[in-house]
């Protein structure tokens, strides 16, 4: 079993920064793949980003050269650096991990995190 636990989230101005974190406990290291999903507020769930185990990433074309996502394994936790923050980045952001055929998709993803807001301001 594993958990996950995000923290980072708050509120920033457009144009501000902020970095997202979560920390898995468990069998953590039996996770392929560890990602981003983010919920806009009355929208469905989107894949943000996705980074795995060996390092490999990649991101919705919304975020692309924005936020970076990075992952110490020697501390099981995963990063979302997000830069250049816009009011449509407002969502409740989620982590995920699991073992997926498809990294984008939250199916195939057996682990979440609770969510961590972030509210953009303009």
């Known amino acids: 079993q594993v958990q996950l636990v995000e923290s980072g989230g708050g509120l920033v101005q457009a144009g501000g920064s902020l970095r997202l974190s979560c920390t898995a406990s468990g069998r953590a290291f039996s996770l392929n793949a560890m990602a981003w999903f983010r919920q806009p507020p009355g929208k469905e769930r989107e894949f943000a980003a996705v980074?795995?185990?060996?390092?490999?990433?990649f991101y919705a074309d919304s975020v692309e050269g924005r936020f970076t996502i990075s992952r110490d394994n020697a501390k099981n936790t995963v990063y979302l650096q997000m830069s250049s923050l816009k009011p449509e980045d407002t969502a409740l952001y989620y982590c995920?991990?699991?073992?997926?055929?498809?990294?984008?998709?939250?199916?195939?993803?057996?682990?979440w995190g609770q969510g961590t807001q972030v509210t953009v301001s303009s």
């Open positions: 980074v795995t185990k060996s390092g490999g990433t």
């Open positions: 995920a991990g699991g073992n997926p055929l498809i990294l984008t998709t939250p199916r195939g993803y057996n682990y």
